[in-house]
Nanobody
């Protein structure tokens, strides 16, 4: 079983950048698909980005072109580089993992979740 711990959140201004990290324990990281989801106050959790075990990526329309997901299997870590941040990006960001390693964008297909990290973007 993989355990996930996010880091890198914080308070930034609109237009700034942040990089989130998600460190995974366990031996199955390389064969897992990894995703980032976010949940803003009063809203449902939504898909942000995912990366497969073969390095394929998928993004939500709202972040495409601004966010980049990547992974380093040697470090058991997945990253979310967030550029040109907007106030509407404010949310708790959580990473998630699943096996098999193909990309999915629906949260209920992920079986491993981190605790989340807060990202706040001020205008």
């Amino acid at each position: 079983q993989v355990q996930l711990v996010e880091s890198g959140g914080g308070l930034v201004q609109a237009g700034d950048s942040l990089r989130l990290s998600c460190a995974a324990s366990g031996r199955s990281f390389a064969s897992s698909a990894m995703g980032w989801f976010r949940q803003a106050p009063g809203k449902d959790r939504e898909f942000v980005a995912a990366i497969s075990s073969t390095m394929r990526t998928q993004y939500a329309g709202a972040v495409k072109g601004r966010f980049t997901i990547s992974r380093d299997n040697a470090k058991n870590t997945v990253y979310l580089q967030m550029n040109s941040l907007k106030p509407e990006d404010t949310a708790v960001y959580s990473c998630a993992g699943r096996i098999p390693g193909d990309i999915v964008s629906v949260s209920w297909l992920y079986t491993m979740w981190g605790q989340g990290t807060q990202v706040t973007v001020s205008s």
